[in-house]
């Protein structure tokens, strides 16, 4: 599956995804593809301010987040998770990262004269890292959210999402993808049980 993933079910945890298979934001037109289609700006957005020094700025966003939200994972979501101190590196410079304004919303005029999303102008980028430092700060401070926190239990899947299915059994970062792997192995398991 090669295209980006957007189904963690919140955008921090979409950018955790860019990292798996393999390096998604190595370029700045992978970047403007992430940037649109998790919806971090409004579609059709003109991102006329990105330049190369914005991939490198994501990914090390992605590393904090990434400490922050495995650190939380690792501890079994336990209060104060990590330990006193643990990850407090990370903590700072998502915090940091969260100051700054997020894009400023409006609402236009579109063609057929209804309402539309749009922003005031094209986005930075510490605009766009502080919308994504945000979220990181909403979901790791809310009590319901957090505890929904699951890990792919795919083999060797890293893919954190949210899970607020009913019951909370959602197993898989995708039943499409890990989902569908299990079926396959459990299948092979099962025909070669018969043969022998
Ligand atoms: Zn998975």
């Known amino acids: 599956m090669d295209e980006l993933r957007f189904d963690a079910g919140r955008i921090c945890l979409d950018l955790l995804a860019t990292a798996h298979p393999f390096e998604r934001l190595d370029s700045v037109g992978s970047l403007c593809a992430w940037i649109h289609g998790c919806g971090l700006v409004p579609p059709g957005t003109p991102l006329t301010r990105v330049d190369t020094a914005w991939p490198g700025a994501f990914r090390e966003l992605r590393r904090n987040v990434g400490q922050l939200v495995h650190g939380w994972l690792a501890q079994g979501g336990s209060v104060p998770y990590g330990g006193a101190g643990a990850h407090d590196g990370a903590l700072a410079r998502v915090n940091e990262a969260a100051r700054t304004a997020p894009p400023t919303p409006r609402a236009v005029r579109g063609e057929d004269g209804s309402l539309v999303r749009a922003l005031d102008r094209p986005p930075e980028c510490a605009a766009l890292l502080a919308a994504v430092a945000r979220d990181t700060v909403e979901l790791l401070t809310d009590p319901v959210a957090r505890a929904g ?48």
Do not use: F, I, K, T
């Open 149 to 196: 926190l699951r890990q792919c239990a795919g083999d060797n899947c890293p893919l954190v999402y949210v899970d607020m299915s009913r019951g909370r059994r959602r197993r898989w970062c995708s039943s499409e993808v890990c989902g569908n792997r299990e079926r396959v192995a459990r299948h092979r398991r099962r025909a070669a049980l018969a043969r022998s």
